[in-house]
């Protein structure tokens, strides 16, 4: 049974001894040592000074790897999906830049401890909905408030980039026209958000000159300094190729960092990827094939195509609150799809840390 009471602050040094240490970062160690001092990392290797008070904890015949990181999630935001007083994820409106997800965490969430318990140790709380939905935070899936459980934050922008397709189905409603201006209004809405974030922006740093009479601040656009100011990247939900395609031109016309999420057919356009340095949130691999014409295993098969393109990318959960504990399955179905072991492994720790900015902090050994 997971333990859903938050650890107590360490108080005395922890050694783990006698076991296999997977850095992921480096070389796997044989019969080390991992010590840990003040609820840090203090010390790795097979021939460590450990303090006097340390309580050793002998693991001969176990293996230690990193907690995993779960890069897109809405652990603490939802609790049961179809219990509305337990969403929150998404705000009302379309452009909600000022929404930060770690405030709406709940930290007595029943997945946590659940998620944590298969290795989970760190996760990406995104929210959800409308054009621009707010800013994600990492979180440690450990702590009794949100505060304490906020690693950092915030790591990215969330944008959904509307579909660039017309729906011929069937059971779509409305007639290509109309289709096409309903993404066309979209489309407006993200660009002329931006447009004014840069203005105001602009105007608000300018006060001090002559002039330049004073501006009410704007909580919004506000929120939109550290994207503007390329601190923090767009993490721009994206499946489709032609999606994938505009929403990269986008962010070279307004000069921002972007990490796609999802990127079903990212694949497509690798070398695209590569070129601009854009990195892929894989995000699930468990999904059928979209099209009646592919493989049964094309998504299975995405982390493959990256790493063999040389594209950066990492592997997140369904982003289902429920199904949060599964993300080593999601990246054990990449590895028994071709992707190479120590890449899956890396690609659920040290690559997540590495594009969402948090490597300094967790990730590897």
């Not at 997971?2 to 070389?27: F, M, N, R, W, Y």
């Not at 915030?154 to 290509?176: F, H, K, L, T």
């Not at 796609?260 to 690798?270: K, M, N, T």
Request: proline share 6%; glycine share 6%; aromatic share 6%.
């Amino acid at each position: 049974q997971a333990s859903e009471i938050p650890a107590k602050p360490q108080d005395h040094p922890i050694a783990l001894v006698g076991g296999t240490v997977h850095t992921v970062s480096g070389s796997v160690i044989e019969n080390g040592t991992v010590l840990f001092d003040k609820g840090k990392l203090a010390g790795i290797g097979t021939n460590i000074d450990l303090p006097a008070s340390t309580e050793k904890i002998d693991i001969h015949g176990k293996h230690v790897y990193p907690g995993l990181i779960d890069a897109r999630s809405v652990i603490g935001l939802v609790e049961i999906d179809a219990v509305r007083a337990s969403l929150d994820v998404n705000e009302s409106g379309s452009i909600n830049p000022n929404i930060h997800a770690e405030v709406a965490v709940n930290p007595e969430s029943e997945i946590i401890p659940v998620t944590r318990a298969n290795g989970v140790t760190v996760a990406v709380a995104m929210p959800d909905g409308g054009a621009i939905s707010g800013s994600a935070a990492a979180i440690e899936l450990d702590g009794w408030t949100w505060g304490e459980m906020t690693l950092k934050a915030p790591i990215g922008m969330v944008v959904n980039w509307p579909s660039m397709r017309i729906n011929r189905a069937p059971w779509e409603q409305r007639s290509e026209d109309d289709q096409k201006k309903a993404r066309d209004k979209s489309l407006d809405v993200i660009k002329n958000a931006f447009r004014d974030a840069r203005a105001y922006l602009k105007a608000k740093r300018s006060e001090t000159e002559k002039s330049v009479p004073f501006h009410k601040t704007d909580l919004r656009w506000e929120s939109m300094a550290p994207v503007l100011d390329r601190t923090i990247p767009v993490l721009m939900n994206a499946e489709e190729l032609e999606q994938i395609e505009a929403a990269i031109a986008w962010a070279d016309q307004e000069n921002v960092k972007l990490v796609l999420i999802g990127g079903y057919d990212s694949w497509r356009v690798a070398n695209l990827l590569k070129e601009k340095e854009i990195p892929v949130i894989v995000n699930p691999i468990h999904r059928t094939p979209w099209r009646r014409w592919e493989a049964y295993d094309n998504a299975f098969t995405l982390p493959k195509k990256l790493n063999e393109a040389g594209v950066r990318f990492c592997i997140a959960g369904d982003a289902a609150a429920s199904n949060e504990r599964n993300l080593p399955y999601h990246a054990a179905t990449a590895a028994s799809y071709g992707l190479p072991k120590e890449e899956a492994l890396k690609a659920v720790t040290l690559y997540p840390a590495q594009i969402l900015g948090i490597a300094y902090r967790v990730g590897s050994l």
